[in-house]
């Protein structure tokens, strides 16, 4: 069984920064796509920033040269840093693990982040 625990949520003023922690006890990265999404109140669920299996990133538009997706293989955690936050980054941020040879997602519980003066 897959487990996700994230963290580093909290409230943030504009321009701020904050680091998000997606821990996992049973991954093999090599075997996995991370990423993180978010979804605001009132809207779908919506990608963040992927890392493959093979450390190549990808990022939505809109966070492009503020937000860095990175992991610790020695930690066993992903983590996303959020630098020069807006407040439409207001969300709640899930972790998401894609099991690139089982085709299975997994999920974490999600950690809220607001971006408010």
């Known amino acids: 069984q897959v487990q996700l625990v994230e963290s580093g949520g909290g409230l943030v003023q504009p321009g701020g920064s904050l680091r998000l922690s997606c821990t996992t006890s049973?991954?093999?990265?090599?075997?996995?796509?991370m990423a993180w999404y978010r979804q605001a109140p009132g809207k779908q669920r919506e990608f963040v920033a992927t890392?493959?299996?093979?450390?190549?990133?990808n990022y939505l538009d809109s966070v492009k040269g503020r937000f860095t997706i990175s992991r610790d293989n020695a930690k066993n955690t992903v983590y996303l840093q959020m630098n020069s936050l807006k407040p439409e980054d207001t969300a709640v941020y899930y972790c998401?693990?894609?099991?690139?040879?089982?085709?299975?997602?997994?999920w974490g519980q999600g950690t809220q982040v607001t971006v408010s003066s």
């Open positions: 890392l493959s299996s093979s450390g190549s990133t």
């Open positions: 049973t991954i093999i990265f090599s075997y996995y796509t």
């Open positions: 998401n693990a894609f099991n690139i040879y089982s085709k299975t997602d997994y």
